[in-house]
């Protein structure tokens, strides 16, 4: 039952009443759930499904055992029929659900490279999807492996935690998701009017960062304009920093599944936007990859904020999954930043995202910073301090 209730909640959280194509991502060990998307879509009156099947293990296997040029000749490999959806304007909804460690035998620098070729394959959908164009959803499944391996629980435990975090045990989910987000609204509204410059952050452990936000920023929230819910679920209030104006340092506060690689233990120093050095306890041939994929890639793209009270931090369980620990805490994003942070008429392409301020790169990769004595303050153009953390809370603004 909750099953086709989760299964209903993300199709109307990605709007596909406004729609004539859904495609949907999901690994290919998720028949259950798969076929309660199923159902769940034959309640609209939609042209087509389509259903995106990966295979984890079988491209894991292909990364270890093939040569580059042999790996992208295969079919796993290419994403061009994303393409065809994008232009028909369909709803994306993705479905990921982890493997621990599943990649860990794999090069980092082969992993990097074999993903490039898959982002090239889509390049009509990574526009689009840049410039805000498309309906998309992200989520995830519970799997045994992730449960079990990763989180030493059993896989109904996993999917009950889901269900819980996600609101699905309640009567309505979606309404529920409705006044979750108008809080969420109330508060971003609140920050809107500021019109910060400046945000400095600080904890104890040695994080001491001054981030710039650029001329027009604005403060979103889960909801896109089109009152699409992106990340299911979602915590968070974001906007995006000026990519080229960072300064001091930061430290992770919680581990980082990249490409199913674990990073631990992030410390990173910047000047004029840039990381100028850096480290990590675990993983830190990873972290270097991600800050060499491109020119920009080294800069940040997102600023987030999440109290610690939020209900996926009220678990007290690391997920190991970025799209849950992201929402247990505040984070910053190396990489892409999102056009909907700065106030603008028409599309915004990549140099004329850059001249204003918000970064343009092939990744966006999150990594947690929020502690439990984390304090941001917002400075304002007059040079006026305005607490808007403390201790890991949201202030009275």
């Not at 981030?211 to 896109?224: A, D, E, F, Q, V």
Request: hydrophobic letters at 35%.
């Amino acid at each position: 039952m909750n099953m086709h209730k989760y299964a209903d909640l993300l199709l109307r959280a990605l709007r596909v009443k406004d729609k004539d194509y859904l495609f949907i991502e999901i690994p290919n060990y998720l028949e259950k759930f798969r076929e309660c998307l199923e159902k769940a879509a034959q309640k609209y009156a939609l042209k087509e499904v389509h259903f995106e099947i990966t295979y984890p293990f079988k491209e894991h296997g292909l990364l270890r055992d093939l040569d580059y040029d042999d790996i992208i000749k295969n079919p796993l490999f290419d994403r061009s029929i994303y393409n065809h959806y994008a232009k028909l304007d369909a709803a994306f909804l993705f479905i990921r659900s982890m493997i621990p460690n599943l990649m860990s035998d794999i090069p980092a620098e082969k992993q990097d490279r074999v993903e490039k070729y898959r982002k090239a394959t889509q390049e009509e959908f990574s526009e689009l999807y840049d410039a805000s164009r498309l309906h998309w959803t992200m989520a995830v499944a519970a799997n045994r492996w992730w449960a079990e391996e990763a989180l030493k629980i059993s896989e109904e435990e996993l999917w009950d935690y889901i269900y819980d975090i996600c609101l699905v045990k309640g009567r309505n989910p979606y309404r529920g998701w409705f006044k979750k987000l108008a809080k969420l609204d109330r508060l971003t509204k609140k920050l809107n009017k500021y019109h910060f410059k400046k945000l400095k952050y600080h904890n104890s452990l040695g994080t001491d960062l001054v981030l710039t936000l650029p001329k027009k920023h604005r403060w979103c929230s889960g909801k896109n304009k089109d009152g699409v819910i992106n990340n299911m679920p979602t915590e968070e209030i974001f906007t995006a920093p000026r990519y080229d104006k960072t300064e001091g340092v930061v430290f992770s506060s919680k581990p980082l599944i990249y490409n199913n690689n674990l990073i631990d233990g992030i410390k990173l120093e910047f000047k004029k936007g840039r990381v100028v050095k850096y480290d990590a306890k675990v993983g830190k041939k990873y972290l270097a990859n991600i800050l060499k994929i491109d020119k920009n890639s080294s800069y940040l793209g997102e600023c987030a904020l999440v109290d610690r009270d939020s209900a996926i931090s009220k678990k007290r369980l690391l997920f190991e999954e970025t799209l849950y620990d992201e929402n247990a805490a505040c984070h910053l994003a190396l990489g892409r930043g999102f056009n909907e942070c700065i106030r603008h008429r028409g599309t915004l392409d990549s140099k004329t995202l850059l001249k204003r301020g918000i970064n343009f790169s092939q990744c966006h990769v999150d990594f947690m910073i929020g502690t439990d004595d984390l304090s941001i303050t917002g400075i304002t153009k007059s040079e006026e301090e305005v607490p808007i953390m403390k201790d890991g809370h949201f202030c009275d603004l």
